[in-house]
């Protein structure tokens, strides 16, 4: 990628393991609890997680 030093990553997330894992959990839960009908809104869920704590170098 030009215009980037190489070996720099050009992003990272910001928070830990147990902050992701917890995500895809309630993720899993609401999708189960609600048949399956709600299944967009985890998605939705875990992508605004990472997006939220995603930051761009």
Partial sequence: M???PSG????RIR????????TQLL???V?????GVQAPMAV?????RHAKHTVLA
Avoid: E
């Fill in 44 to 48: 939705v869920l875990v992508r605004r």
């Fill in 27 to 29: 993720g899993l839960v």
């Fill in 8 to 11: 720099q990553p050009t992003s």
């Fill in 31 to 35: 999708t189960v609890l609600a048949l």
């Fill in 15 to 22: 928070d830990g393991a147990a902050t992701r894992i917890g």
């Fill in 2 to 4: 030009a215009g980037f």
